[in-house]
């Protein structure tokens, strides 16, 4: 194909903001000239100018792979982030149509154990072939992605599955061409920027099936899937070190898993030191990008210091107006911060807030809100206008379903909040530290010994209320035992592990007393290991995590614990660092 003529050597720290205006029209595109013009849009991305990364890429989306990339995913993050019909049902045309360009470009009956015989001839049309794989294997998750959130059936999540199957598998065959060629990687810019592809998808693929379950796993590796989180995260760190288009594609997976996903599904060990390495460069480069601000103020989160990171979330809000989403996730956090220092009226602004704008789970936004107005004195409350039985009682009816399956966390506030369909309900007890514990909360408010003390005191008023309650109801047991947990944990993270112990057994104990909240036992099982693995003591911690793992089930969030206790036994034994 022919070059654009000048501007095409571009170099890549010129593709900044207005840059694009610098690449002129053509009448053909080149593989060369595509990828810098992706790069472009994406520094677009980066500073906030969504709308000019689209009108850049819009031109070229049905005759150019990588324009058909960028643009199909742009598209896809807009879509997973509003939630809106309207917008899934236009990402999802669009990447049908990438998928269309991207095949066109393909070699015949696919790649599968064909390219690495077509490397030695390194024709333009060769190297079109190999990205095209690769760009194919990338539009193919977009699509599984909306697959899974569009329809609510089996059907969905089963098509879903396929497509990440079939991605997965080009993963692999490029993998092997990088593998067969590796003297190729260093002569040119087209093949790094390739291998920056496999690395990316590869090193993405082994991170997150690692996260899995062993029973899961093994189902998975019997269809072809493998899971290896020391090889996943050594790919992600090559690529997000190499100079491609994808590195900071690879730097904000590996943060999303330190910040987010080991927080949330893991023992709360993401590695931060290495996510502010991540984040430094781009913190030059992008100073006012709410994509760097926002992992700059999570980052300040699980540090401890939220005063700083409540004010790189407001940042990050007036840095941009284009994408309101991008504000909901700064609510999210917001509302937490000041839920982990109880500055209750605040916490309950952005959760206000989020009920009124985002679409992305109203019983759970409900749901909370309800539980921090709890937390207030019924002047507070009586101020906001709000009828706390009545927003419990509206949860049920906000639940929805993503690929034909309620979501866990929905269901557990859904069941929390039938306690408030009686006639006279029962309250619940510090249903916000309740929640706060099951996104790991106590983890990160752990790093404050002054927010862990003052916690302490409103978890031992409770139980006080509860021992000289003198007519318990049938959720006294209950709540007694959830309090012990949450008392637990706040005495581990102050150091006072004796007392902490006694918290967990004496939840333990009360087993046979507990009618509803099931999962409490499972959870403090897992909770009473961690705190054995604090001690020094790997048998016993062991031997309790398993406990935890083979003998409950049927519980609330049980997906979520089997995820933790996966993690919590990988760091006890060490994981394997090995090539699957």
Not at 203 to 214: E, K
Request: proline share 3%; aromatic share 10%; glycine share 6%.
């Amino acid at each position: 194909m022919a070059h654009v003529g000048n501007g095409a050597a571009a170099e890549e720290e010129d593709c900044f903001e207005d840059a694009y205006d610098r690449i002129p029209a053509a009448c053909q595109m080149d593989l060369q000239t595509a990828i810098q013009e992706t790069q472009c849009a994406l520094n677009l991305v980066l500073n906030d100018k969504f709308s000019e990364a689209l009108d850049l890429l819009k031109p070229w989306w049905k005759d150019s792979m990588y324009h058909a990339l960028g643009y199909s995913s742009i598209l896809v993050m807009q879509a997973t982030m509003t939630f809106e019909h309207r917008d899934i049902q236009a990402a999802m045309a669009t990447i049908k149509e990438a998928l269309h360009t991207c095949q066109k470009f393909r070699k015949r009956n696919s790649v599968v154990g064909s390219l690495s015989s077509l490397i030695s001839k390194q024709s333009n049309l060769q190297e079109e072939e190999m990205h095209a794989e690769i760009c194919y294997a990338e539009c193919l998750l977009q699509k599984a992605v909306l697959t899974f959130v569009q329809d609510e059936n089996m059907i969905s999540f089963i098509k879903g599955g396929i497509k990440i199957r079939t991605s997965y598998q080009i993963y692999k065959d490029c993998q092997n061409v990088l593998n067969v060629t590796p003297e190729q990687a260093g002569q040119s810019d087209s093949f790094r920027q390739f291998e920056g592809g496999v690395k990316l998808g590869i090193g993405s693929f082994n991170l997150m099936l690692s996260l899995l379950p062993q029973r899961i796993l093994r189902l998975l590796e019997f269809i072809g899937f493998s899971g290896n989180r020391g090889f996943g995260l050594s790919q992600l760190r090559e690529g997000a070190s190499s100079q491609s288009l994808r590195s900071i594609l690879s730097a904000l997976t590996l943060l999303f898993y330190h910040t987010y996903v080991s927080l949330i599904l893991g023992t709360g060990e993401g590695n931060l030191v290495e996510a502010e390495a991540l984040l430094d460069p781009y913190k030059q480069k992008y100073p006012k990008g709410s994509i760097i601000l926002f992992y700059s103020a999570r980052i300040a989160t699980l540090r401890g210091n939220f005063e700083k990171a409540r004010a790189m979330y407001e940042e990050c809000i007036s840095s941009q107006q284009e994408w309101k989403q991008i504000h909901h996730l700064c609510y999210w956090e917001l509302m937490w911060t000041h839920s982990y220092q109880q500055e209750w009226q605040q916490a309950y602004h952005y959760a206000d807030l989020l009920c009124k704008e985002s679409r992305w789970s109203k019983a759970i936004y409900v749901y909370q809100k309800a539980a921090i107005l709890s937390m207030m004195s019924e002047e507070e409350v009586k101020r906001t206008g709000e009828d706390i039985v009545e927003l419990f009682r509206q949860v049920e009816g906000l639940k929805q379903r993503l690929a034909g399956k309620s979501i866990p966390t929905e269901k557990f506030a859904v069941r929390k909040s039938r306690r408030y369909k009686a006639a006279n309900p029962i309250p619940l007890v510090v249903p916000a530290l309740e929640m706060m514990y099951v996104w790991n909360g106590f983890t990160i408010v752990g790093k404050r010994a002054d927010s862990t003390e003052a916690l302490l005191v409103t978890i031992e008023t409770a139980e006080e209320q509860l021992r000289n309650d003198s007519n318990p109801s049938e959720f006294h047991p209950d709540d007694s035992c959830l309090v012990q947990m949450l008392k637990g944990l706040c005495l581990k993270h102050l150091g006072r592990l004796l007392q902490a112990e006694l918290c967990f057994t004496q939840v333990l104990s009360s087993e046979s007393r507990i009618r509803y909240d099931h999962y409490l036992i499972p959870f403090t099982l897992y909770e009473l290991g961690l705190l054995y693995k604090l001690q020094g003591d790997f048998t016993k911690a062991t031997t309790y995590i398993e406990n935890a793992k083979m003998n409950y089930k049927d519980y609330s969030m049980e997906s979520r614990l089997h995820f933790r206790i996966h993690a919590a036994l990988n760091s006890l034994k060490g994981s394997p660092v090995g090539t699957p």
